[in-house]
């Protein structure tokens, strides 16, 4: 399981200094950068097709032991958002805070961080790897994904979940500033996909995504989306934003970023 995995990151770094280094540019540098975009969309069908050669999608990523834990873990995209809303959670300590599930679902939730304690739970050290060239390993606790989604109960239409964010990277009048992931079915289900509350032991930091942030850990960090309102049940996204299924996405990011 973990040789298959060391292999995918290898592949990935080959690409990326056979690209010249794009991989390493900073989000919105890659974004300014036609080639960048072209190489990112051009690279998504290999990526997907190469893991499929290589490794079950329902196969574990690599778990690390507790000493490998980084010492300094770099926060990615947004660390401390300033919508009055999330402002307001913030200063009740999350108090009020519920997590909205809806869309194709038969039972619609609203989830306090209780609920979610109390859910089906993993605990797990895996490696963040992000596109800008740089990986840390931290312990991540939550609620796995699957176990909501059946409480939820999915109807036949859903084939992906979305995660609407609290965080605007650039407001726009049609709302598409503001931060969205999505994942299919596969990935939503794997065992390794939670909802993630708790970071090393503690409390999920503001600056890695807190309340609670998507751990998808066979896939890059731009994935992991934080600081997550409303986890959304969708037969496609072709309606929501730009409609390419996420923020980087809409941008010229590939969708499928699976390692």
Not at 21 to 47: V, Y
Request: hydrophobic share 40%.
């Amino acid at each position: 399981m973990s040789a298959p995995t060391t292999t995918r990151r290898g592949w990935l770094k080959a690409a990326s200094a056979a690209a010249g280094g794009l991989w390493l540019a900073a989000c919105d540098r890659i974004t300014a950068n036609p080639k960048a975009i072209g190489f990112l969309q051009s690279a998504e069908g290999l990526t997907r097709r190469a893991q499929r050669l290589v490794a079950d999608r329902k196969a574990l990523a690599h778990e690390y032991k507790a000493s490998d834990i980084s010492g300094d873990f770099r926060p990615n995209g947004s660390i401390d958002p300033a919508e009055p809303d999330y402002r307001a959670h913030v200063a009740q300590g999350f108090a009020n805070y519920r997590l909205v599930v809806d869309g194709l679902v038969e039972r619609p939730l609203s989830l306090s961080l209780a609920d979610l304690r109390a859910l089906p739970s993993r605990t797990q050290i895996t490696r963040h790897d992000c596109v800008e060239g740089w990986s840390s390993i931290a312990k991540w606790h939550g609620a796995r994904l699957g176990p909501l989604l059946d409480q939820a109960g999915l109807k036949p239409q859903a084939r992906y979940i979305v995660f609407h964010c609290a965080d605007s990277l650039e407001p726009q009048p049609d709302g598409s500033g503001q931060y969205y992931e999505s994942i299919d079915l596969i990935d939503a289900y794997h065992p390794q996909t939670i909802l993630a509350y708790a970071m090393n032991d503690f409390a999920l930091p503001v600056r890695h995504g807190a309340p609670i942030r998507l751990r998808v850990e066979r896939q890059l960090g731009y994935k992991q989306a934080k600081y997550i309102m409303r986890v959304e049940a969708v037969a496609d996204f072709a309606h929501i934003a730009r409609g390419k299924g996420g923020f980087w996405e809409d941008r010229g990011y590939e969708w499928y970023a699976g390692i």
